[in-house]
């Protein structure tokens, strides 16, 4: 078949004619400290942007200030922001590469006769929940000498009290802690709202920026003009505070830190910048009672400073620890293609960063860490909590980095529903339409999906339970499961008129790809009975399952079509059969493998430059259902092709948005969703 990769990489190296090099490509936005919703650094990109050629943002796209200079014999460079500090002069230094993999984006600058090394680290610590639930991350710059020479070198870096809040006007305090290892600001809302946002921003707890204390360390808090005149007019700072507490837009207040490296061939400083809300997440227990959670790092820490002295000084190891994950997922990912490789790397901090992972607390004020749930916010689309089709997507980037994630994802749902407070038969879209308010549908009026929402919890569970042999979700929900498979089967064959998880596509009946999901929930439920050692309900859904797949073949267009049609009755309509990922996951045989040639071979005539459209009602696609289509069709080539056009999307410089995953197949243009922890789905073909 006729490849379209040459023309993909073509365009996408036209568009980003860089300055630096980049590698493995410069992506929508680069991520610069993303661990929770609201803990989420990073650099829009475009066709691309130095990193001291704008300021960092939000996820959102609001400008989180935070600049970075460096003075090399007396002369000042830039090297993080777009700052500009009236009465004083500085250079930009050159950037001269870029890399990102998995939990690190690195960007090299020449600031004169030395080259400085600019680390940004988000650590993917899936296996320890304590630092798992840690909101921190590292900026770490290491000044290296390009000319064999030792020059005298100071490195400063300041945050903005725009990390505490999305509304500018709002008052924030702050102050500043010195002690024998570190030197810490903090700033605050001076009226903080509990659980509440503002544009996305939490509106309460407090952002934190600390480095170590040794003796060439300064701090200052003020003005912005002010603060980095007086490091760019004398290499230091005078560990003074600003005690005018006023708005965040008023003299811009900002917490500077330098540190002299003194005179060095090569020398580094890191800092740690973070935000901590305590208690972060409300979640409804039974009888509608509202139970506060913290995160889950407060079981091994008494105060924040305490957790800092410990990140700072975990660091070494956590690069250690870092580097060794990057080189398996990149290891793993190759084993696939190298664009596949890039596409993964890209999109891990992103889905795990929307993550907060919580216990709570016992009746005598201890902490429960046997009570630990993983709450997830679905990122720029509907801003829900533990959207289970947010979740579904994701799940692949769960299962490959620690399932017990997605069990206390699961967990959160699961409870909710088994209280009996939620009245629908079907399961539950979210557990809350406003993060971080946990609080339930007990009006039973969330967002209705009920075969999506159903067969998703079903796979869910049986596939965490397929891949750690842990059972103990099938067992004690095993009549919530029961229930919902019921649904399924009343509902799956011939779905009404619903939404499912692309739900911006509008309400579809007939849908040939939501049946797809609900037959292989019921089989789903087959197995999970025979696990359980029911096998007389194994046998009786997997023969419901098995009759449903030949009536679906002749509903559908299987038989006797070139393609599965959109929805029944209609030869002209497609799309993407993108839920028979499904069932490569849980490894079950119901739907016969003609289907699966027949749809690689009409994919091979419809892909565009950028991919295959999500069906025939438009031109755009979802880069989650396009890996998952690239697991099911049987071409090699077509396979690659398909992971090429979510590549040469990631790389066009078109967008300057975290890693969207909804654009335009024919041009490359974003459509709109940024940050959504759904392309953990990206990692799919890592986990068959």
Known sequence: MLSFLPSLVCFAAAANALDWTATPFNPPAIPLVVRTPYVSAWLPQGPGVALNDAWPTFWTGSILGWAGFAKVDGTSYSFLGAANVDGQSF???????????????????????????????????????????????????????????????QIYSDISAEWVSGDLGLSANWSTTTTGSNVIHQVSLLSPSQYAEVNDHTQYGSAYWATSNTAGTTYQSGSDTAVRAQFLANGNLA?????????????????????????????????????????????????????????????????????IDDFLADYNDALTRAEA???????????????????VALSIRQALGATELTISKNGDGSWNTDDVLLFMKEISSDGNTNTVDVIFPAW??????????????????????????????????????????????????????PVEESGNMIIMALSYAQRTGDNSQLTTYADLLDQWTQYLIEDSLIPEDQLSTDDFAGHLANQTNLAIKGIIGIQAMSEIASIVGDSDKSANYSSIASSYVEQWLELSGANGGEHLNLHYGDPSSWGLAYNLYAEKLLDISIFPTSVYE??????KTVIDPYGIPLDTRHTYTKSDWEIWTSVIVTDTTLRDDIISGVRAWAADGLSTQPFGDWYETADGSPQGFRARPVVGGHLAHLVI
């Open 396 to 449: 692949p980037v769960l299962l490959y980095t620690n399932p017990t994630l997605g069990k206390y994802l699961l967990d959160v749902l699961f409870q909710y529903q088994a209280t009996g407070q939620y009245p629908n038969r079907y399961s539950v879209h979210d557990i809350g339409a406003h993060y971080p308010n946990a609080v339930g549908h007990n009006d039973g009026l969330d967002e209705a999906m």
């Open 325 to 343: 994950f990057d080189a398996q997922v990149d290891s793993d990912a190759k084993a696939i293609s190298n664009d596949y490789a890039g596409v």
């Open 91 to 153: 250079e930009k230094a050159v950037q001269t590469s870029f890399e990102f993999t998995s939990t690190q984006s690195t960007f090299v600058l020449t600031a004169g006769p030395v080259d400085l090394e600019v680390s940004f680290l988000s650590p993917v610590e899936p296996n320890d929940l304590v630092k798992y639930s840690t909101p921190f991350g590292y900026m770490s710059v290491k000044a290296t000498a390009n000319d064999g020479a030792s020059h005298s070198v």
């Open 598 to 603: 027949m749809q690689t071979a009409w994919y």
């Open 239 to 307: 560990n003074s505070q600003d005690t005018n507490f006023r708005a965040i837009n008023d003299n811009w207040p900002v917490f500077g830190l330098a540190t002299d490296l003194g005179t060095t061939s090569s020398a580094s400083v890191v800092f740690t910048v973070g935000h901590v809300r305590d208690p972060a997440i409300s979640y409804i227990v039974d009888g509608g009672a509202l139970e506060d959670r913290s995160f889950h790092f407060w079981s091994a820490f008494s105060s924040v400073g305490d957790l």
